[in-house]
T-cell receptor
Framework: SQQGEEDPQALSIQEGENATMNCSYK?????LQWYRQNSGRGLVHLILIRSNEREKHSGRLRVTLDTSKKSSSLLITASRAADTASYFC??????????????FGTGTLLAVQP | GAVVSQHPSWVICKSGTSVKIECRSL??????MFWYRQFPKQSLMLMAT?????????EQGVEKDKFLINHASLTLSTLTVTSAHPEDSSFYIC???????????FGSGTQLSVL
């Protein structure tokens, strides 16, 4: 399976704390993206990091990418109860014709306690 | 950002019937569309890739005769679950990308329940 793996599978923290999620993948990638999914099912794109980038920031989000280790991490700082959701990494890979296809990781369920 | 519309949001059908799900890109030309399936508390699994005007490419283990995909135009792709059975009950999500695009834009998903 090309699917990436994330850890932890579930994470429970208090509001204000930082949350770190890790993603490992198996194949060559063009980019790696992080998505959030609430229980209401819609996917929200959080951040994209290209294979030649090592770190990227967006608001309270910080993403790192280590292509030599085929791994990425997502850090959410100063978490809020509203951050409670499932978080997925997705690797952009060749094979989607003119557009990269996305292969999703197993996901991390984050619960932020108020 | 770009908008992808997916319909219906939910559908309940009897075992043995066929169900069609539509995915439309509203403000861009989607050269490629992807169909995913998600079981409860699991991740999104890629089912197939469809490029406008050509046959879909199915991932290993996905039955092409059961999950018919048509991408007849640059703004519309359809997934038809034929002869649906209870084990096909799942959340189906489409996504669309423009030519050379890095990002995919996702529909809101369709919850299929087969009785």
């Amino acid at each position: 399976s090309q699917q990436g793996e994330e850890d932890p599978q579930a994470l429970s923290i208090q509001e204000g704390e930082n949350a770190t999620m890790n993603c490992s993948y198996k194949t060559s990638i063009n980019n790696l993206q992080w998505y959030r999914q609430n229980s209401g099912r819609g996917l929200v794109h959080l951040i994209l990091i290209r294979s030649n980038e090592r770190e990227k920031h967006s608001g309270r989000l910080r993403v790192t990418l280590d292509t030599s280790k085929k791994s990425s991490s997502l850090l959410i700082t100063a978490s809020r109860a509203a951050d409670t959701a499932s978080y997925f990494c997705a690797t952009g890979q060749r094979g989607g014709g003119a557009t990269n296809k996305l292969i999703f990781g197993t996901g991390t369920l984050l619960a932020v306690q108020p | 950002g770009a908008v992808v519309s997916q319909h219906p949001s939910w559908v309940i059908c009897k075992s043995g019937t066929s169900v069609k799900i539509e995915c439309r890109s509203l403000d861009f030309q989607a050269t490629t569309m992807f169909w995913y399936r998600q079981f409860p508390k699991q991740s999104l699994m890629l089912m197939a890739t469809s490029n406008e005007g050509s046959k879909a490419t199915y991932e290993q283990g996905v039955e092409k005769d059961k999950f018919l995909i048509n991408h007849a135009s640059l703004t519309l792709s359809t997934l038809t679950v034929t002869s649906a059975h209870p084990e096909d009950s799942s959340f189906y999500i489409c996504s669309a990308g423009a030519l050379g695009g890095e990002k995919l834009f996702f529909g809101s998903g369709t919850q299929l329940s087969v009785l």
